[in-house]
Structures are given as C-alpha cells and as structure tokens.
C-alpha cells in the first residue's frame, strides 16, 4: 500500500530537525508556504504540523508560527516526576518541609505507638474513612469557613485522588467540563483520561480568576457539565477570586445546574481569603483539598466535602479506584489535626513562604513575575522575543529545573512562561538560584 503523503513529509522534517539540519527555535514556512513547497492540500499540510507537535519536534504559537522545539527539554517539564541528578536544582514540583519535620513524624509515630487500638489500623478503613475520622478532617474544614458534619467528608488518597474520584463518580465521556486556560496539569490529565470535552475558557488576573462572561456565554451555546477552578490561590498564577466573582459563579451553577469541582490544595497560603465557594453553592460544589502541601507530599492524604445527595456515588467511585486510604495514615494525620500540627506547620510554611516571595521578589527584580505573597511559586513571563524552551533547555544544563508552560495550557494558546518553585532548598541557596534565573531571561 502506498505511504501517506504527509507521511512522507512528516519523515522529511523529523530527518532534518533530528540531524541538526533544522535547529532548534527555527520558524518553520507557514501552512500555506507549505502547500506550496510539496504541492498538497491545506488539509494534509495541517496534518504534518499536527504529528510533528504530537511527537514533540515542533510547537505551533497562536499569531506567530510553527518552531522547531529544542528537543533536549522534556515535553512534560514539570509534570512528570524524574530522578534529579547531584547537583542539580530543581525549582519544577513543589514538596515544601519545614526544618525539624523529621522529629515531627518520629513523635508522631511514637504518639500512636503508645495509645489507641494499633490492630484496627491494620485493617482496611471504610471507603471514605471512619465516622470519627471524617469527623476530624470535617474539623480541619472548619479552617476554611466549611462547616459539615463528618457525613459529608470523604477521606482520600491525596487531593489528586480526591480529584479523580469525583470526575469518575460525577462525569461521563463526552460531558462539557470548562476550566482555566492555565491551570493545574494533573486536572488536564485526568479530563483528557476521562475523555471529557474540555473547553479553556480565558482568565482576568484583576478579578483573580476565570472570565465569567465567557464562561456564561460558554453555557449559553453549550450543555456545561462541570467547571473546574482553583479559586484561593490558584495554580500556577496564584491568583485569589474576588468576592463579587465567587457570587457570581454560585449563582451561575444553580442557574445552568453545572457541578463546581474546587480545589483547595494550596488555600491554606492565602489567608485572609475569601469564603470557599462550597459555602457559597453548597449543593452544586465538591470541594477538594488535601495534606500534602500543607503537611508533606509523602503522606498523600486528602478529603472531600461532597453535597449529601452525590455521597454514595463519590464513596463508589473511591472503592472501584483504590478501595480506601491507608489506616495508618489517616490515625498519623488525625493525630495531628487533634494536637494542633497541622495548625503549626501550616502557619509555620506561611511565614516560609512569604519569606521566600519577598527573596524572590528582590531577586528577580525587573521580571515580569505573577505570584501570590504567600505562595511557594512564581508565574514568569519571557520578553517576546525569548521562547520558553530555550530558556528552559538552557537553565536545565546549568543544573537548574522549571516547569515550561506547556503543561499547564489548556488551549493552543501557550505563553512563553514559566512557572519556579521557592520550596525545597535552603533560602541562601535560593538567592543564587534566582540570580542566574533572572540573567538567563535579561542577560
């Protein structure tokens, strides 16, 4: 059977980017100068741009062209957890500890040790947790301005899972879910696992969140299932919604009858914030958090507050994916809720966090930087005539790591930007960091 024309095209670019012929950063002839150059139909000339991105050697930019992408950066730069090599930095995921952390867990441990049946943790939890467990996780939630009763929480493995659980037990393929632009990459993933339609719809950093309008004139043309939003320091722009905003969005969930999935990971930096739009659209809202940014990724707990009606659903979905979360650490993190660490360390990692944003702040001194004063990342944007994985490839051969802006785009629409992490390395050690950040984007 003859090969595909565009096949063949396809081969002929990847031959000479692969060789060096075609290097990285090149513009490459618009689709149109293509059809030209191999004499083929706008159509097939579309589909050799489109493999070339879908294998990594090119990126096409909305208004500026298609590139040629430097090929020595990971496509998933700060999405996909790797072995960091000695001496490198790596400024990519965000797993924050405070000093003194280790003795926290050995205390811990020999806290439970001590008291408490230790046979019972050695059997499975109910899907969701104990009545008394879900009952503290429901006292945690009160330091969010969530008042429920322990019925309505359900304890998970991480936030990640608590996100998972509530797109399987609500959602269908095909359903409409609107989300940001930019947003959360482990979401992205998981709508795209889901295969559910996925509409980015645009954000007004001044108003600290999503474009309203736009996503009622989304819901005007569509059957909007579900929205997905970070609206207490959102990732990875740290913006806070406003009020006004968050009533607006309530209001609009109880008009189109759309599920609001809210994320609370990193809402505990932000203080004062707004009231959760749980309290908000208690109905309409699942909200999800969880302890690993607030106490330590390696304990990958979360909860839900989930409305009564969608609870068995929910509490399904949690038995069909992993059962239940570890009894172990549900009585370590129950122990903490009870003698007040979380309360500390989440105290303590916002007074780190603002300290290092103030570092960061100073050093980074005529970058373009978005970020919460309280957050642990930064939102960088390149001068225009700079692409992200250049800057990114380079720093990366200076032992340093980032997170390209590529997996957290929704849309084709990907900026060049990146997004640093402030955590996990000493502060000292964080000012030199950022200094050779700031030369590789103003020289």
């Known amino acids: 059977m003859r ?14 980017i692969r060789s060096g012929k075609l290097t990285p950063g090149t513009q490459l002839p618009t689709t149109r100068e293509l059809m030209r150059q191999y004499s083929v139909a706008l159509a097939t000339a579309s589909r050799v741009y489109a493999e070339l991105g879908e294998i990594g ?12 992408r430097d090929t020595t950066l990971a496509r998933t730069m700060g999405l996909e957890q790797r072995p960091v090599r000695s001496g490198v930095v790596d400024l990519s995921l965000n797993h924050a500890l405070l000093p003194g952390q280790d003795e926290v867990l050995r205390c811990g441990l020999r806290a439970m040790a001590a008291a408490g049946d230790l046979d019972a943790l050695l059997h499975p939890a109910p899907h969701g947790g104990r009545a008394h467990e879900r009952q503290m996780f429901a006292r945690h939630l009160r330091n969010r301005g969530i008042r429920v009763p322990g019925s309505q929480v359900l304890i998970v493995n ?105 994320d609370g ?17 208690p109905q309409r809202t699942i909200y999800v958090c969880g302890l690993s940014k607030s106490v330590a990724s390696g ?27 570890s009894s172990l650490s549900i009585a370590l ?12 360390l989440e105290d303590g990692k916002r007074k780190d966090a603002r300290r290092r944003q103030t570092l960061a702040r100073r050093v980074l001194k ?20 700079m692409r992200i994985d250049q800057v990114a490839a380079s720093l990366e051969r200076q032992g340093i790591l980032v997170a390209t802006s590529e997996p957290f785009a929704t849309s084709m629409r990907v900026p060049h930007a990146m997004r640093i992490v402030l955590s996990g390395i000493a502060t000292d050690a964080l000012q030199d960091v950022l200094r050779k950040v700031r030369r590789e984007i103003l020289g």
């Open 265 to 281: 990971a990193y809402a505990f930096l932000a203080e004062p914030a707004p009231p959760p739009i749980f309290t908000l659209a």
């Open 57 to 68: 050697l090119v990126v096409g930019e909305t208004g500026r062209g298609t590139f040629v």
């Open 299 to 325: 304990l990958r707990l979360g909860f839900m507050a989930v409305p009564p009606e969608w609870i068995a659903d929910v509490q399904y979905a949690i038995r069909v994916s992993t059962w239940t979360a």
């Open 366 to 385: 005529g970058v373009d930087v978005h970020s919460h004063p309280s957050s642990y990342f930064q939102w960088l944007s390149l001068p225009p005539d």
């Open 158 to 262: 991480g936030a990640q899972q608590g996100l998972s659980v509530a797109i399987m037990a609500m959602f269908q393929p095909g359903d409409v879910l609107a989300i940001d632009e930019l947003t959360y990459p482990g979401m992205k993933n998981l709508a795209q696992q889901a295969r559910l339609d996925m509409v980015p719809v645009p954000q007004r950093p001044r108003h600290g969140g999503m474009d309203l309008d736009r996503l009622e004139a989304l819901c005007r043309k569509r059957p909007v299932r579900g929205i997905y939003i970070m609206p207490t320091l959102h990732n990875p722009l740290g913006l806070v919604m406003s009020q006004t905003d968050r009533l607006q969005l309530a209001a609009m969930a109880e008009k189109y009858g759309f599920i609001i999935i809210e």
């Open 3 to 16: 090969e595909p024309r565009y096949k063949s095209i396809v081969d002929d670019f990847t031959a000479r």
């Open 333 to 344: 993190a129950c122990l903490w809720i009870d003698d007040g660490t979380v309360d500390r």
